[in-house]
């Protein structure tokens, strides 16, 4: 699976959006972007995936460029509930039988 | 909304004691998968699990670890004889689709060897 480059942290203030950027230059063809979050130690829970297209839901919106070297999360009015970890994860064909591999994620911490 | 639960919350053990933890998928999901985070430390792949064997198993999930389902709910992992690297918490998943990188987790089993 590619590699992905996360900013360690990021802050945020209420209501504004946040855009949390992930680097993966070396993703292939069938990998698709997958975003999670984590919770203080809570399981991580799905954001949003992607393959090529921008994507959106009623948690996020997800923009990759287009050569897929890079991504952006967006949370478009960002609340004190959505500081958390943010992981970008990159995997082949929806992943090896769900094999996902966490890296350190991005400390989002949003601000009153 | 469905969700995977997990039990127990949290359990203290000895060293060399077996460990159970126990997982409810959520009911129409057929992929389930255990993952852990030491505390600290990056969230781990373990093994995943369909139509009643193991589809993939990372270099941690030795002859120590195994999972079973036991009947059509559960979803177990157990550690025949914890080690005090052990200590972390367990999350299981679960997903519907084959492959899919869309994974619903529970809340975790924190696991604590003294």
């Known amino acids: 699976d590619a590699k992905t480059t996360q900013p360690p942290s990021m802050d945020c203030a209420e209501g504004r959006a946040a855009n949390l950027p992930c680097n993966h230059s070396t993703i292939s063809g069938n990998e698709y972007v997958y975003w999670y979050r984590q919770i203080h130690s809570q399981g991580p829970q799905y954001i949003i995936h992607?393959?090529?297209n921008n994507e959106t839901n009623e948690m996020a919106s997800l923009i990759i460029t287009e050569d897929r070297k890079s991504s952006t999360l967006i949370l478009p009015h960002a609340t004190l509930r959505d500081t958390a970890v943010y992981y970008c994860i990159v995997g082949a064909g929806g992943t090896s039988y769900g094999k996902l591999t966490f890296g350190q994620g991005t400390i989002l911490t949003v601000h009153p | 909304e469905p969700e995977v639960t997990q039990t127990p919350s949290h359990q203290v053990t000895q060293m060399g004691q077996e460990v159970i933890l126990r997982c409810v998928p959520i009911s129409n999901h057929l992929y389930f998968y255990w993952y852990r985070q030491i505390l600290g430390q990056k969230v781990e792949f373990l093994v995943s699990f369909y139509n009643n064997e193991i589809s993939e198993k990372s270099e941690i999930f030795d002859d120590q670890f195994s999972v079973e389902r036991p009947d059509g709910s559960n979803f177990t992992l157990k550690i025949r004889s914890t080690k005090l690297e052990d200590s972390a918490m367990y999350f299981c998943?679960?997903?519907?689709?084959?492959?899919?990188?869309?994974?619903?987790f529970g809340e975790g089993s924190r696991l604590t060897v003294l």
């Open positions: 998943a679960s997903s519907e689709l084959r492959g899919s990188g869309e994974l619903f």
């Open positions: 992607g393959l090529k």
